[in-house]
């Protein structure tokens, strides 16, 4: 079994930023990818942003240049830093870890942005 936490959600201004994290633990395969999923009222879950655990990366045409997911492969946690955040970046966020093993999401964290 897999758990995932999340946390680093919240309230934000237009052109603000902030940084989630997602800790797994439990049943971590050696290769896996973990990244975020967003869900916005009325949409389709999409993905944000995935990194294996060699490094190769991965975005939305939609946060390029703005969003940076990175990893700590030693705490199998992942991050990811939003900055010049947009209102149309509200969203509920959602950890997702993919591995032979199965795929396994976290709870989720609200991200709002407005002024």
């Known amino acids: 079994q897999v758990q995932l936490v999340e946390s680093g959600g919240g309230l934000v201004q237009p052109g603000g930023s902030l940084r989630l994290s997602c800790a797994a633990s439990?049943?971590?395969?050696?290769?896996?990818?973990m990244g975020w999923y967003r869900q916005a009222p009325g949409k389709q879950r999409e993905l944000v942003a995935a990194i294996t655990r060699g490094g190769s990366t991965n975005y939305a045409d939609s946060v390029k240049g703005r969003f940076t997911i990175s990893g700590d492969n030693a705490k199998n946690t992942v991050f990811l830093q939003m900055n010049s955040l947009k209102p149309d970046d509200t969203a509920i966020y959602y950890c997702?870890?993919?591995?032979?093993?199965?795929?396994?999401w976290g709870q989720g964290t609200q991200v709002t942005v407005s002024s």
């Open positions: 439990g049943s971590i395969a050696s290769i896996n990818t």
């Open positions: 997702v870890l993919r591995q032979v093993l199965g795929n396994y």
